[in-house]
C-alpha cells in the first residue's frame, strides 16, 4: 500500500513564502516523475510543477521564477518551495507521483490560502 503525506500548507499574506512537503511510504519500487498540481475552487486541477528522478523540472509558466520543486530521494520525498506567493496562488494544492510498475498516486492535499 503507497501512502503520500503532505504538509506545509497554510495561510501567508502576500509576497510571502510557504514549502509545501509530500512523503511517500510503502511497498515502493521506484518513483519515477513527482510533481504538486493545484485547484482553485471552481476551476480544474491544473499542473503547478513537476520534477524527474534525474531531476530535469518543468513549471507552470504562472509559477516560474517564483517556486521551486524539489526531490530527496533517499526519502521519497517532494518539495516545493513558494515564493513570492500571490492572492491568485490561493487553491489546494497536490501531491502527485508516478511509481515505476505501480501507476500514478495522488496526496489528500493541503489548503494553501494568500490573503492579507
Known amino acids: 500500500q503507497v501512502q503520500l503525506a503532505e504538509s506545509g500548507g497554510g495561510l501567508v499574506q502576500p509576497g510571502g513564502s510557504l514549502r509545501l512537503s509530500c512523503g511517500v511510504s510503502?511497498?515502493?519500487?521506484?518513483?519515477?516523475?513527482m510533481g504538486w498540481y493545484c485547484q482553485a475552487p471552481g476551476k480544474q486541477r491544473e499542473l503547478v510543477a513537476t520534477?524527474?528522478?534525474?531531476?530535469?523540472?518543468n513549471y507552470a509558466d504562472s509559477v516560474k521564477g517564483r517556486f521551486t520543486i524539489s526531490r530527496d530521494n533517499a526519502k521519497n520525498t517532494v518539495y516545493l518551495q513558494m515564493d513570492s506567493l500571490k492572492p491568485e496562488d490561493t487553491a489546494v494544492y497536490y501531491c502527485?507521483?508516478?511509481?515505476?510498475?505501480?501507476?500514478?498516486?495522488w496526496g489528500q492535499g493541503t489548503q494553501v490560502t494568500v490573503s492579507s
Open positions: 502527485n507521483v508516478y511509481i515505476t510498475t505501480m501507476g500514478t498516486y
Open positions: 510503502g511497498t515502493i519500487f521506484s518513483i519515477s516523475k
Open positions: 520534477i524527474t528522478n534525474d531531476g530535469s523540472t
